[in-house]
Structures are given as C-alpha cells and as structure tokens.
C-alpha cells in the first residue's frame, strides 16, 4: 500500500515536471511577458497565468465547435466541419488570451496619464512652498491621484522601509508602464544623485509633458474630423438617403424588397455606427488640460 502510495506520488511529481517544462517552453514564445503582467499588477506566476489560457483556449474552441456543429447539422450539412474550425479557432483563442496582461498594461498607462500632470504639479508646488521631498512625495500619494497616487504611494512605502529616495525611484520606474510618469520619477532621480534642485527639474518636465498633451489634444482633433464626415456618410446618409434610392432603382428594376430584406440592414447599420463611436473612443486622450 505505501510501495503504490510512493508510486503514485512520483507519478505525479513527473507529470507536474513535464507539465512546468512545457509552460516554461510556451513562456519563451512571449519573452516580455513577466514584464508586462508585472507592469499590469498581475501577482499570479507566469506558468499559471499560461494554463489558465491554454485552458480557456479549449473551452472556447470548443463551444465554437458545439455551435458551428449544431447548426451545420440543422442546415443538414458536414458537421464534422465544425471540428476542423475548433482546430483553427484554438490558437487564436490562446493569443487572444494572452494579450490581457497588455490590456491591462494599457489602463494603467491611460489611468496614470489622466492624473499625472496635475499630481506632478502639486509635487512642485509642495517642493516650492518649502515641503520636504518626503512629505511632498506623500502628500501627493494621499491627495486622490488615481493610479499616479498608488504609484508613489509605493514609492513612499519603500522609502519607509529604509530604501534611499534615488533607488526607490527606479524601482518604481522598472515596472511604470507610463512615459510621462517614469520621466518625472527620473527627473528626480537624476537631481537628487547630482545634487540639483528637484523643483526646477521638475517644472522642466511638467511644461514639456504639458506641450505633449495638448499636442496629443490637437492631433484628436483633426484625426476627427475625417471621421465624423465619414461617419456621417456611412452611419447617417447611406442608411436613409441610400436605401430609399436603392429601393427605387430595384422597383425600376423589378426586383421586390421585403420587410426581412428592410430588418438585415439595421444590424449592419448598428455595427457600422458602433465602430464609428468606439473609435473615437478608444483614440480619445484620457486626460484633461
């Protein structure tokens, strides 16, 4: 009994080791992995974080199969098709799946970015008004800056434990996904290892990242236009004005347009103006000047 139990552990123990080989070797095809889930706050381990895709990969391609399948069988065609599709689909859930951590990379950088001019300024003026760095690095950790508060709320809890000011800020850099914020920590990174004044550094940087926004702002802007005269063609004019004239050409024509044929053309219609606002959405500069 205790020879099968030993056995049986030794077992296991070989398949776990097989099993972390081969995560390990998929790990090496996303060599900036560990760095993007460390930018996006993800505490699980990156071998974990592999099979948790890999799993979720089967399981969609698999409900897609079930799907495509049913109703190939209903349309009495080759079900068997819906097997070949799972296939394809498999690969293409796993890479979907393994951009979460940039998904999540990416709100993080829009988040510190919304706050990071306005926090940053509040640190000057703190330093202007005679603060000490520490107590202004603090202040704006308590002062309700989103993410950049978290940010150098880390920074305050490293210096707390006894790590210099200059390393705890490239620490804390190593895993910002924001440019802007990773220069304003390196400003001061730089003046406190060469003795300058950090408030004069750093109201160089604030006025350059706040040249770069409302350029950012600007070029949104004539980015939308094009967009917004396109949208109204294709979202606003081709859905009314087309369709009423398309239906005329087709009465010339012989042709008859039922009211299924009329109730296709919303979907599409809808999909086609969802695009149009997610865009301008997603493109939107998060931050206010």
């Not at 296991?12 to 889930?37: C, H, I, Q, R």
């Not at 897609?64 to 498999?90: R, S």
């Not at 705890?168 to 300058?196: K, T, Y």
Request: aromatic letters at 10%; a neutral charge.
């Amino acid at each position: 009994m205790a020879e099968e139990k030993q056995e049986m552990e030794e077992r296991t123990a070989v398949e776990k080791g097989s099993m972390d080989s081969f995560l390990t070797y998929v790990a090496s095809w996303f060599p900036n992995l560990k760095k993007t889930m460390k930018e996006g706050r993800m505490t699980v381990p990156v071998n974990d974080f592999i099979a948790k895709q890999l799993t979720f990969a089967a399981v969609m391609s698999v409900f897609i199969g079930i799907v495509i399948g049913v109703v190939l069988y209903l349309q009495h065609a080759n079900w068997m098709m819906a097997i070949l599709v799972a296939i394809i689909c498999y690969p293409m859930m796993f890479i979907m799946g393994m951009q979460y951590p940039k998904a999540l990379v990416a709100k993080r950088r829009k988040e510190i970015e919304k706050d990071v001019l306005f926090a940053g300024r509040h640190l000057w003026i703190a330093l202007k008004g005679g603060m000490p760095l520490f107590d202004s690095m603090l202040a704006v950790s308590k002062g309700g800056y989103g993410e950049v508060g978290k940010e150098m709320n880390r920074l305050v809890e490293k210096v707390l434990v006894g790590v210099p000011v200059d390393i705890a800020a490239a620490e804390v850099v190593e895993d910002c996904p924001s440019p802007a914020f990773r220069r304003i920590l390196m400003q001061m990174v730089n003046s406190i290892r060469s003795g300058a004044d950090v408030s004069d550094s750093l109201d160089v940087v604030l006025q350059q990242i706040s040249k770069e926004q409302m350029i950012n702002i600007k070029e949104y802007g004539q980015r939308l236009n094009p967009i917004v005269m396109f949208y109204m063609v294709m979202g606003v004019i081709v859905p009314s004005l087309g369709i009423s004239v398309g239906l005329l050409i087709l009465s010339f024509a012989g042709w008859t347009v039922g009211i299924r044929e009329m109730w296709a053309v919303i979907p599409i219609v809808a999909i086609v103006q969802y695009m149009f606002l997610s865009y301008a959405e997603i493109t939107r500069p998060i931050y206010e000047v």
